[in-house]
């Protein structure tokens, strides 16, 4: 095979790989050798079939076959004598004037990782933040949980009209032009006024009814309603009032606690209390990281390649798509967008950067996952998916490199940023819970986004400042960790793409939304139908 390197500018690489058509053929020969024992045709003994019609039969598709490995293990040679280190799959393209018989010139192009700098981990110093829990926050989730599991009773009057909070026990018809449509027709439904479950407009309508009224509701479907048959049109339900019900106080007491399969109020305090200790826990650890990351995106800056920015940008841009399509005026919100694009490009770019950053600290510093870990993060992915798919996926993972980095990645960066808490210089300070969300909040709304300035996607990634009525610019992009690209690449180097097809991961069961392509933490249970009118 001969190699010429055609193009070698700042990450960027390209080179002409040659492999002469005498080593195809050998490898046909060999394919052919191997088959002949096994070859049938009417006429022949088994085995005695002449290799002229062995290979008249077979010869293209081994040919093919043939070139295919060829082109792969050259790739492959050329990333290992050059010791080229790929940020994202290899471009192979072969040349289009390729016949059988032919040499075959094959371009390969790609992006190498940067060499990235030594960190300097002296001089980190950090502040963490301490939450304890108070009493008055275990009363606040007790009323909480008691709201959420409200109690009715009948009407003391068959005249008592109902308002928002009571609940309503309706049968209802829904029409579009006249004619009943699927979905829109339910008997026994209990609905509470207020609570928004139903489409705008239709609670309204049902305030001020009383037991056994008949009343017509009209309302208009949102334009984003979920059932495009449906989006944006009027439509009535005649709706029958069965019953009202009025909430009843809840005593928040042992006999409370029994009915949520407790034994006891105290127990129900203590498992409130665990939970908020874990929240809180968490707020801490959010911050810290921020704090973090920023200082280590302060005294860092290095190339980074923009194929691996290209691809974390995308990711952010689909997630913020999606969640524009859901807001109330979809065209605003990504006008919004659009206007802060370049802000979500730095934010891509220092994801990158700090990514890279993390995963070269890691290695240096032998943070590793063990394989227990990555058994128990196959097996947990694994349940997103149908259990006839199951098997299916991890076979998928095991045999993919770049998918099981992937999966492996946000542990990884988890470790390395408990390496760099540990190498830190850590003061403490207690504070409430309303100030360190005061601290995130102000860190939110007030960060201005220059070149090299980012954030953590799962703590620290936001739009660019902006008022807080701006709803779909505003929200942080929800693809992955800022250490998820560096740490997958410098984990498992990057494949050329095979010629043939390869055989998909199986889709996930949770994946039935426009949301399907987004990562799923797990599988959720699959909810009943909902009808029209909500």
């Known amino acids: 095979?001969?190699?010429?390197?055609?193009?070698?500018?700042?990450?960027?690489?390209?080179?002409?790989?040659?492999?002469?058509?005498?080593?195809?053929?050998?490898?046909?020969?060999?394919?052919?050798?191997?088959?002949?024992?096994?070859?049938?045709?009417?006429?022949?003994?088994?085995?005695?079939?002449?290799?002229?019609?062995?290979?008249?039969?077979?010869?293209?598709?081994?040919?093919?076959?043939?070139?295919?490995?060829?082109?792969?293990?050259?790739?492959?040679?050329?990333?290992?004598?050059?010791?080229?280190?790929?940020?994202?799959?290899?471009s192979v393209e072969l040349d289009e004037n390729f016949a059988p018989g032919k040499d075959a010139e094959v371009k390969v192009s790609l992006e190498v990782l940067p060499e990235v700098p030594a960190a300097d981990l002296d001089g980190l110093k950090l502040e963490r933040l301490t939450v304890p829990v108070e009493d008055s926050e275990i009363d606040e989730a007790l009323t909480r949980i008691a709201s959420g599991n409200k109690q009715f009773q009948a009407a003391e009057k068959p005249t008592y009209k109902a308002k928002n909070g009571d609940l309503v026990v309706i049968d209802f018809v829904g029409k579009v032009d006249g004619v009943e449509f699927e979905g829109g027709k339910g008997e026994g439904v209990s609905l509470e006024l207020g609570s928004g479950q139903f489409i705008p407009g239709f609670e309204d309508q049902l305030v001020g009814v009383k037991a056994n009224d008949e009343k017509t509701v009209n309302v208009t479907f949102p334009e984003n309603y979920g059932a495009e048959h449906l989006a944006g049109k009027a439509a009535s339900f005649d709706v029958t009032v069965n019953e009202v019900r009025t909430p009843k106080e809840t005593a928040l007491d042992d006999d409370f606690a029994k009915q949520l399969g407790l034994e006891g109020i105290d127990k129900l305090r203590e498992l409130i209390k665990g939970q908020l200790e874990q929240e809180h826990n968490g707020l801490t650890r959010t911050h810290m990281k921020r704090k973090l990351l920023d200082q280590l995106a302060a005294s860092h800056d290095f190339e980074v390649p923009p194929s691996m920015v290209d691809a974390e940008f995308n990711q952010i841009w689909a997630q913020l798509e999606h969640e524009a399509s859901h807001e109330a005026d979809p065209e605003k919100a990504r006008a919004e967008m659009e206007a802060d694009r370049d802000d979500y490009r730095r934010i891509a770019e220092r994801r990158v950067r700090l990514g890279l950053l993390l995963s070269e600290i890691g290695t240096k510093n032998g943070v590793e996952i063990t394989s227990a870990e990555m058994n128990r993060l196959i097996a947990q992915a694994a349940q997103q998916y149908r259990p006839e798919d199951r098997d299916r996926f991890i076979q998928y993972i095991r045999q993919e490199p770049m998918a099981a980095a992937q999966l492996r990645a946000p542990l990884f960066e988890d470790k390395v940023v408990d390496f760099l808490f540990a190498k830190a210089d850590v003061t403490d300070r207690t504070v409430t819970r309303a100030e360190i969300e005061a601290e995130i909040e102000a860190d939110e709304d007030g960060h201005v986004h220059g070149p090299g300035c980012g954030h953590d996607h799962h703590d620290h990634d936001h739009a660019p400042a902006a008022p807080k009525a701006k709803k779909a610019a505003a929200k942080k992009p929800a693809a992955k960790s800022e250490a998820d690209a560096g740490a997958v690449q410098a984990e498992a180097p990057a494949k050329p793409k095979k010629a043939a097809a390869k055989k998909a991961a199986p889709a996930p069961e949770a994946a039935v939304s426009e949301e399907a392509a987004a990562e799923a933490a797990a599988a959720k249970p699959k909810r009943a139908k909902k009808t029209a009118a909500k």
């Not at 960027?12 to 050798?33: P, Q, W």
């Not at 009417?42 to 060829?70: C, D, I, S, W, Y």
């Open 1 to 90: 095979m001969q190699t010429v390197e055609t193009l070698n500018e700042g990450l960027k690489r390209a080179y002409t790989l040659k492999i002469a058509a005498k080593d195809i053929d050998a490898r046909v020969d060999g394919e052919l050798k191997k088959m002949a024992p096994q070859i049938r045709m009417p006429g022949f003994r088994p085995g005695k079939v002449p290799a002229n019609l062995v290979r008249k039969m077979h010869g293209p598709a081994l040919e093919q076959q043939a070139l295919e490995t060829a082109v792969q293990e050259g790739v492959q040679q050329l990333l290992a004598e050059k010791n080229l280190r790929p940020a994202m799959q290899p």
